[in-house]
């Protein structure tokens, strides 16, 4: 490819020293090179901070805070460098914790180069565990074709789905990022407002390729959404969907989806030998109207798709 796209990549972090290691280094070796790695650090410990300092070289650099700020105040911080300090053509804006496959910056800029409205791209990719053994998919099933949303609505409807554009895994037009308005409502699931209105600036793409790599461990927000959170984000949700036949179909896709929780939650309790507890789980969802029987066939449906696993790639 030709290397005249230029991109600087912003790590967010925070008291991760070695997983960071293992960001810099899919960085590090990615075809396609990017031309600043900037790791803005959110106030961790001494100590780790020293750690992360070592990083620090011709193309990484470490921008420091004295004091401690939420999440969204570090990524708000990106947005700002990338329009006042590094104004190169694309943005990647990535987490401590995760990894990228050498050929994610390649692919996702070539998608982009090749396709001048669209605003962002992403892919699939593998779940990794913290020592960083692949465990799952992130995304499902396994396709040879490319998703493309050219709108919000379409956008909306598919986090609706129990699907998702994985916001640490996005390599946008930098500009496009600033002209999107936030939903501080949201907390930490603000990134499905952010990618339902990078939508309506110019369209998102997919790939079907797995290039990346999620880490899920025990010190992640993610792991601690609580009910409130999503349903201010299924709330969200409705509210953008342009027309009664979208906004209908985003709700029976909520109700699905929730009804498949609540019977995954019951049968854990079952497989653990907690038959009683399971069993009142369950009638106490029904009773509470977390599950509806007229979506019970489609729920197990997509419960079954979660636990079966479709494709024949390996898992290292």
Not at 129 to 157: C, K, M, W
Request: net charge negative; proline share 4%.
């Amino acid at each position: 490819m030709d290397s005249s796209p230029s991109l600087t990549v912003f790590i967010l972090s925070y008291n991760r020293p070695d997983f960071i290691k293992e960001a810099v280094k899919s960085l590090l070796e990615q075809t396609f090179q990017p031309e600043n790695i900037v790791i803005l650090d959110n106030c961790s410990s001494v100590e780790n901070l020293g750690e992360i300092m070592k990083l620090s070289g011709k193309k990484v650099s470490v921008v420091t805070t004295p004091t401690n700020h939420p999440s969204l105040w570090n990524y708000e911080r990106a947005i700002d460098l990338a329009s006042s300090i590094y104004k190169t053509k694309y943005i990647y804006i990535m987490h401590d914790d995760d990894r990228i496959l050498p050929s994610f910056l390649e692919q996702m800029i070539d998608l982009l180069e090749k396709n001048p409205l669209y605003s962002a791209a992403t892919s699939k990719g593998y779940l990794i565990d913290s020592s960083g053994r692949r465990t799952g998919y992130f995304s499902r099933p396994a396709s040879p074709i490319d998703l493309v949303f050219h709108s919000q609505n379409e956008v909306a409807l598919y986090y609706s789905k129990d699907e998702c554009l994985p916001f640490p895994f996005i390599v946008i037009r930098n500009g496009a990022i600033q002209r999107v308005s936030r939903s501080a409502d949201l907390g930490i699931l603000d990134d499905v407002a952010c990618m339902c209105r990078i939508a309506e600036i110019g369209p998102v793409i997919k790939s079907h390729l797995r290039l990346f790599e999620y880490r899920i461990h025990e010190s992640q927000e993610s792991k601690s959404i609580d009910q409130s959170l999503t349903d201010r984000r299924n709330q969200f949700l409705l509210e953008v969907a342009d027309g009664d036949d979208a906004k209908n179909e985003i709700q029976r896709n909520i109700c699905k989806a929730r009804t498949s929780l609540c019977i995954a939650r019951s049968l854990r309790h079952i497989q653990n030998l907690e038959f009683e507890f399971g069993i009142r789980s369950l009638m106490n969802d029904y009773k509470e109207r977390n599950i509806r029987i007229r979506y019970l066939l489609d729920a197990c449906i997509l419960l079954s798709r979660s636990l079966l696993d479709p494709e024949p790639e390996e898992l290292d």
